[in-house]
């Protein structure tokens, strides 16, 4: 069946670096444009990152440009997102998506939780 | 950049209630909007896309309308089921901003 599945999360002090995949499977993965969207604890949905299905294309939010980096391989069906010089307000559970064209996000993974702190 | 808000905050209705979210958007966004269901601890799923078209799977009492800058959620006859946070996404070119989210709970 149609699944993305997340890892890469965990603690980690601010300013360092994290990882994280999505690994896809039961669908043509390079096929579809991606993203990262995370939910700070008891906050609502934010968007962060897509890349189109080739990854000839990267679009980043604003508070992550320059520090993140969102990729892809599709030869591994694997969504990647870097994530350099982290704060405390980067603490969320980051999920990945499939974007669906201008339909919106329709196969999302279970998400991993990323925790900065000292 | 867009933005998208949302009213209300939260609710609480009975079973079997009609239930309305309405979302709007800073700027006129055609019908690229996307509206996406969360139960507590749970990944979103979406629900509807392109402004009304139901997502397959969803039960037919969720609709959506509208075009522009407003649009709108509804749940006919809402069930125990239906109980979580509904967000609002403008869907098309990035950034793909949601809403701030509106919690559905029974009363």
């Known amino acids: 069946q149609v699944q993305l599945v997340e890892s890469g999360g965990g603690v980690v002090q601010p300013g360092r670096s994290l990882r994280l995949s999505c690994a896809a499977s039961?669908?043509?993965?390079?096929?579809?444009?991606m993203h990262w969207v995370r939910q700070a604890p008891g906050k609502g949905l934010d968007w962060v990152a897509l890349?189109?299905?080739?990854?000839?294309?990267?679009h980043h939010e604003d508070s992550v440009k320059g520090r993140f980096t969102i990729s892809r391989d599709n030869a591994k069906n694997t969504l990647y997102l870097q994530m350099d010089s982290l704060r405390a307000e980067d603490t969320a559970v980051y999920y990945c998506?499939?974007?669906?064209?201008?339909?919106?996000?329709?196969?999302w993974g279970q998400g991993t939780t990323v925790t900065v702190s000292s | 950049d867009i933005q998208m808000t949302q009213s209300p905050s939260s609710l609480s209705a009975s079973v079997g209630d009609r239930v309305t979210i309405t979302c709007r958007a800073s700027?006129?966004?055609?019908?690229?909007l996307a509206w996406y269901q969360q139960k507590a601890g749970k990944a979103p799923k979406l629900v509807i896309y392109?402004?009304?078209t139901l997502q397959a799977g969803v039960p037919s009492r969720f609709s959506g309308s509208g075009s522009g800058t407003d649009f709108t959620l509804t749940i006919n006859s809402l069930q125990p089921e239906d109980v979580a946070t509904y967000y609002c996404?403008?869907?098309?070119?990035?950034?793909?901003?949601f809403g701030p989210g509106t919690k559905v709970d029974l009363k």
């Open positions: 998506a499939r974007f669906y064209g201008d339909n919106g996000l329709d196969v």
């Open positions: 039961g669908f043509t993965f390079s096929s579809f444009g």
């Open positions: 890349i189109w299905y080739d990854g000839s294309k990267t």
């Open positions: 700027q006129g966004i055609s019908n690229y």
């Open positions: 392109a402004a009304s």
């Open positions: 996404q403008k869907s098309d070119s990035a950034p793909v901003t």
